[in-house]
């Protein structure tokens, strides 16, 4: 049985059909890929199962239990996690008092880190601590949208593009931070664009469009899927067979 | 846009700035979550108390600490306004109608049941803390200016509901209470003894809001103030603390109230209307909200201008205009924001840490 397990979820926004149907399972151990063209559902998905949106229809389980539509902040403390698209934080609160925040929601019941500087070493954001989060460049905002998620003491960490906007170094930097999870017991399941660094990065892709799933394996099955070809590239117009 | 990790840019954009503007940004930014040293709070909170205690003793005369008395009740309901807008970010601008239930609740049980100060302070503490939950539902479903519409419909509906209340509220004229029940040796007619009793609470209301701020329960609101959906998806439940806030504020407004019933010893439903609720609100911006002194220097500033530059009470609303015109175009964290700001530059330290720590600010 995996961690988590999406069965049959549905999502409508009035009449446009967002998640038709979608079956997942994600387990802790290691890093699973969402990709997809925009409008595929994928930052719907994440919605749907962490709470910020009803689900229309289906069950979303974690770890056995029925979690689906319990609210947002409910299903944060079962230590599912997700950060956002847009680099969120507390901009007005230092980077400290915003890691802190999140530490002590996530210490209820024992979390994993010792104090909020632990956190701050590990995404490297420590000599940042008494910044005022909103001052900060856009790549250590992603850096800390991640520390704050891992406040929670996470076992599955949602991540909503964690690469947009970054460049090439930094990008690469932080996929290096995010490949540290999932031996450290903390399960990861990504949205990215970036084909090249999915492919390194995850265990498993799951390739959603217009809300269904269309493909699921290793990376590299899946890139070679005529399917996933025609989905990202178009319809095959007789390409040259070079 | 893409921004790179380097703050080389930065530095150069901050030396590009006139030395005025960069003055200007300095006294004007908002330094809340950045603590001053353990050691100036110390001192400052025992030079307050110092000057609060000796206050009746300085020979400042009769009017003088009747409008002492006025600003300190008036603080303490401003900090449980400074709770919820401050930290909470949830403004109100029909507080004063939480203070009159709190008075009205002691002066109906004063009338009615006989209860005297000190037993029916809890009741009117726990109305006002209920009806502060009831009128804060509709911030689960609004927020920021359609909330504050809602408050200012709520002061509107209290003034008319106790005019037309009969004898039970008193009608327009309003109701007449006896003196605070006196203590073994203290006796609260004498005007002194009803300043330290008011200073006592108003004490006990600034010691909650100074555990409050650097609690867990403090961080847990400004996080909801900053970011409500990243405050959810950490656990945290917004719903449940946004009641909770308004409630504690209303704990405030209670006590506020029945000490401005027990010091003015007759009410009025004018007295909890449109009007001094703006006040409030005028207040708590003036001063500053996020700031541990800030109420209490609105209430300062708002209650004293017309003594000291001898307004009548139409000059002193064009003056309160004027003030609060000022505050939001040069202080938009309040007079308290500017005096940490002055004192941050005067000891050479940076009131607000950009990146890179403290050198920022000397520049």
Same mark, same amino acid.
């Given at each position: ?40 559902? !994928? ?80 995404? $490297? ?7 005022? +989060? ?30 947009? $906007?970054? &460049?090439?170094?930094?990008?690469? +930097? ?10 450290? =017991? ?40 005529? !399917? ?8 095959? !117009? !007789?390409?040259?067979?070079? | 846009?893409?921004?790179?990790? &380097?703050?080389? =840019? ?25 603590? *001053? ?17 000796? *206050? ?14 006025t600003?300190?009740y008036t603080a303490i309901g401003l900090y449980g306004l ?10 109100s601008?029909g507080h004063a109608a939480l203070m009159g239930v709190g008075a009205y609740a002691s002066a ?16 009117a503490m726990?109305l006002s803390?209920?009806v502060g ?22 002061c509107?509906?209290f003034?008319?509901?106790?005019? &037309? ?74 719903? *449940?603390?946004?009641? =909770?806030?308004?409630?504690?504020s209303g704990l405030f407004a209670g006590l506020a109230g029945v000490l401005q019933l027990?010091?003015l010893?007759?009410i009025?439903?004018?007295l909890f209307g +449109?009007?001094p609720s703006?006040y409030l ?47 939001? *175009? ?26 890179? $720590?403290?050198?920022? =600010?000397?520049?």
């Amino acid at each position: 049985m995996a961690a988590l397990e999406v069965r049959g979820l549905r999502k409508q926004f009035g009449g446009v059909v967002a998640l038709n149907g979608i079956d997942l399972d994600i387990d802790t151990d290691r890093v699973v890929g969402i990709v997809g063209p925009n409008g595929s559902g !994928k930052t719907t998905l994440f919605n749907v199962v962490t709470g910020v949106h009803p689900a229309t229809g289906g069950t979303v389980l974690w770890q056995g239990q029925d979690i689906t539509n319990i609210g947002a902040h409910r299903i944060a403390r079962k230590r599912l996690v997700r950060t956002f698209q847009q680099a969120m934080s507390f901009p007005g609160l230092t980077v400290g008092e915003n890691v802190r925040i999140a530490w002590e929601q996530g210490r209820r019941g024992g979390g994993r880190w010792a104090s909020p500087g632990t956190i701050l070493d590990f995404v $490297g954001l420590a000599p940042l601590g008494r910044a005022i +989060a909103g001052s900060l460049p856009f790549g250590s905002l992603r850096r800390l949208g991640l520390a704050v998620a891992l406040g929670v003491s996470p076992e599955l960490l949602l991540l909503d593009e964690p690469g947009a $906007g970054l &460049n090439d170094s930094e990008a690469q +930097a932080f996929a290096a931070v995010i490949a540290q999870l999932p031996p450290q =017991g903390i399960g990861v399941c990504l949205i990215d664009h970036d084909m090249d660094m999915m492919a390194d990065l995850c265990d498993r892709l799951v390739v959603l469009d217009f809300g269904t799933k269309i493909a699921e394996g290793p990376p590299a099955e899946v890139l070679a899927d005529p !399917k996933v070809r025609e989905v990202y590239l178009g319809p095959d !117009k !007789k390409a040259p067979a070079s | 846009m893409p921004v790179t990790d &380097n703050s080389a =840019g930065k530095t150069g954009a901050a030396t590009g700035r006139t030395r005025a503007s960069h003055r200007l940004a300095l006294l004007t930014a908002d330094n809340a979550s950045v603590p *001053l040293p353990a050691s100036v709070q110390a001192i400052t909170a025992i030079l307050l108390a110092v000057l609060l205690i000796a *206050l009746p003793w300085l020979g400042l005369g009769y009017r003088f600490l009747s409008i002492a008395i006025t600003t300190l009740y008036t603080a303490i309901g401003l900090y449980g306004l400074g709770l919820q807008f401050g930290q909470a970010g949830i403004m109100s601008v029909g507080h004063a109608a939480l203070m009159g239930v709190g008075a009205y609740a002691s002066a109906i049980l004063s009338v009615q049941l006989g209860l005297g100060f000190w037993t029916s302070l809890p009741f009117a503490m726990a109305l006002s803390a209920i009806v502060g939950g009831v009128i804060g539902l509709p911030t689960l479903r609004v927020g920021g200016q359609h909330y504050i519409i809602i408050t200012f419909c709520f002061c509107a509906l209290f003034v008319i509901v106790l005019t &037309n209340g009969g004898t039970f509220t008193g009608s327009a004229t309003g109701l007449d209470v006896g003196s605070v029940t006196p203590l073994p040796g203290i006796n609260f007619d004498k005007l002194s003894n009803n300043y330290y009793l008011v200073l006592a609470a108003l004490f006990l209301a600034l010691a909650a809001t100074y555990l409050i701020g650097i609690s867990r329960y403090g961080r847990t609101l400004r996080a909801i103030r900053e970011n409500e959906q990243l405050a959810r998806s950490v656990g945290i439940n917004v719903d *449940l603390h946004k009641l =909770g806030v308004l409630m504690v504020s209303g704990l405030f407004a209670g006590l506020a109230g029945v000490l401005q019933l027990y010091y003015l010893r007759h009410i009025s439903p004018t007295l909890f209307g +449109a009007f001094p609720s703006l006040y409030l609100a005028l207040m708590v911006m003036l001063g500053g909200a996020r700031y541990l002194y800030g109420p209490l220097i609105g209430a300062v500033i708002v209650n004293f201008l017309p003594e000291v530059l001898n307004l009548d009470p139409v000059d002193s609303r064009i003056a309160y205009g004027i003030c609060l015109l000022l505050v939001i *175009l040069l202080l938009p964290g309040g007079v308290g924001a500017g005096i940490k700001n002055v004192y941050c530059a005067l000891t050479g330290g940076s009131g607000t840490q950009t990146q890179g $720590g403290g050198s920022n =600010g000397r520049a």
